[in-house]
């Protein structure tokens, strides 16, 4: 099974009022582990930056004046081959696939019809009345923000982020997985994860006070919930 996780960067929230993608950054997963191939472009948005955006990825129009529109080969028809027939994965994926489907139309490319994973919706449901943007999922799986933290938002940097996040929503890295290609992606550093791994420890408990409550609360609006028989 091959899936693409991706994310893009914009200049606003809404596409059909004139916004524009300006960075894609996607990273190849197969098997439940990464391959280390990657794909990643900054886009001329041919308009300004609005403040609000360029505080959160920190990409000026000056910046991006000189990079390819999204109808260049080297964008749009790039990402769609290197896509393939990927299932995608994405934070909130209905942003990122409006921009992208809409770029595409006015490129005059075919749109995507591949399976999209909302991984915000995953997390919703997992962690009910908790937090679940990408900084606070991080958190919770301990997964390394110091890059982001130093560099802000990137969308390479996002998905690989990302990935991190979809391996524990979905129950953790697979025993014996080695993430090929990591050499060239990952700073040189070949990882492979070990066969049968066993903690050290039992891993701390991560919910909060608030959140069994909300958990509680939850289950109390469910009708006839199954495991509520169970236990009882």
């Not at 001329?44 to 609000?52: H, K, L, S, V």
């Not at 995608?88 to 489907?101: E, K, P, V």
């Amino acid at each position: 099974m091959r899936h693409v996780i991706f994310d893009t960067e914009t200049t606003g929230f809404e596409p059909r009022e004139g916004h524009r993608l300006v960075e894609i950054g996607a990273v190849e997963m197969k098997h439940g582990g990464l391959t280390g191939r990657t794909f990643h472009v900054y886009v001329n948005p041919e308009r300004d930056m609005p403040d609000g955006a360029y505080q959160v990825h920190k990409l000026s129009a000056e910046f991006l004046s000189d990079k390819p529109v999204f109808a260049d080969p080297s964008v749009g028809q790039a990402f769609v081959e290197f896509v393939d027939d990927a299932v995608l994965i994405a934070h909130n994926a209905s942003f990122d696939m409006n921009f992208i489907q809409f770029e595409l139309e006015k490129a005059g490319l075919p749109k995507l019809d591949n399976e999209v994973v909302d991984t915000l919706k995953i997390a919703k449901r997992r962690f009910p009345g908790s937090p679940a943007s990408l900084d606070a999922l991080c958190n919770r799986f301990g997964i390394d923000l110091t890059a982001r933290e130093k560099d802000g938002h990137g969308a390479l940097l996002d998905s690989r982020l990302l990935a991190e996040v979809y391996i524990e929503l979905t129950g953790g890295a697979q025993a014996g997985l080695a993430f090929e290609g990591a050499n060239a992606a990952f700073g040189g550093q070949r990882i492979i994860v070990p066969p049968n791994p066993v903690r050290a420890a039992p891993r701390k408990a991560l919910l909060t006070d608030a959140e069994k409550k909300a958990h509680e609360t939850f289950i109390a609006e469910m009708e006839n919930p199954l495991w509520r028989r169970v236990l009882n």
